[in-house]
């Protein structure tokens, strides 16, 4: 018997081959940004700039380079799932250092003001006992019965090659230097904790909007499933 895997979810792996000197200038950036604090209200969770005020990295000139890249990746991205060349327009949303000290996490959650999300790790050695991304399936289509692949004595063993290739509860990334991974925004992810004492683990969070290409006059209007460019929107007064 043949089992075919059907309508795959798109995870995108890129080692970048980042000069040493150029990751830890990048890493002194991020730990200059974060400053003395030591995790996000919450205890016992990673320091994420977004909530702290450091949410527009791609707009600082230190990251100008790397975002970038970031964005070059991302369109290739588009290009191999399918997207027609200028059917499309992308956008930087938001961009954000982390910072996870020993025992740290970032708890399960995915990005529902986005489309594309991405992730650059400054360090890691490919071990992941620095924490790994982890990326959750959206629902669990083999399982037959719902609930059986939770676990908690059911009938399915998570060891087994069938249990691990077609009811994984989740992926597990190992952070490593220089990879970027891109995966669809809607994807619920977490990050595991920081098992190394003696180091911490950097990374740098995107988020991308695509959006229909800035109409010209006398062109089509956007298509109704994608939202217009953004320079085409306009602002509301707030009311008095």
């Known amino acids: 018997m043949e089992l075919q895997g059907l ?6 792996r890129v080692q970048l081959r980042l000069d040493p000197w150029d990751l830890a200038l990048l890493m002194q950036e991020v730990l200059a940004l974060r400053g003395d604090a030591q ?6 969770c990673a320091w994420t700039g977004d909530i702290n005020g450091i ?23 588009l290009e191999q799932l399918g997207f027609r060349a200028g059917s499309v327009a992308l956008h ?33 050695d ?7 991304l982890r990326l959750f399936p959206a629902r669990q289509p083999n399982e037959l019965v719902p609930g059986l692949a939770v676990g908690h004595g059911g009938p399915i063993d998570p060891g087994s090659p069938g249990g691990r290739q077609w009811n994984a509860p989740w992926l597990d990334v190992a952070p490593q230097a220089g990879l970027l991974v891109l995966f669809p925004a809607g994807t619920d992810h977490a990050v595991t904790a920081n098992e190394d004492e003696d180091d911490l683990r950097l990374s740098l969070a995107f988020d991308l909007a695509l ?4 109409a010209q006059p006398g062109e089509p209007a956007p298509p109704e499933y ?10 509301l007064a707030p009311p008095r």
């Open 55 to 77: 949410w527009q990295l791609h707009r600082v000139a230190a990251f100008a380079a790397i975002s970038a890249e970031v964005e070059r990746q991302a369109w290739i991205y």
């Open 92 to 124: 930087i949303q938001r961009s954000w250092p982390v910072v996870s000290e020993a025992g740290q996490v970032v708890g399960r959650h995915h990005h529902p003001n986005a489309h594309l999300s991405a992730v650059l790790y400054l360090n890691g």
């Open 39 to 44: 995790g996000n209200p919450e205890p016992g």
């Open 211 to 214: 959006s229909a290409p800035l």
């Open 7 to 12: 309508f795959p979810l798109a995870l995108a």
């Open 126 to 132: 490919g071990s992941g006992r620095s924490g790994c």
């Open 226 to 235: 994608l939202a217009p460019h953004p320079a085409q929107w306009s602002e």
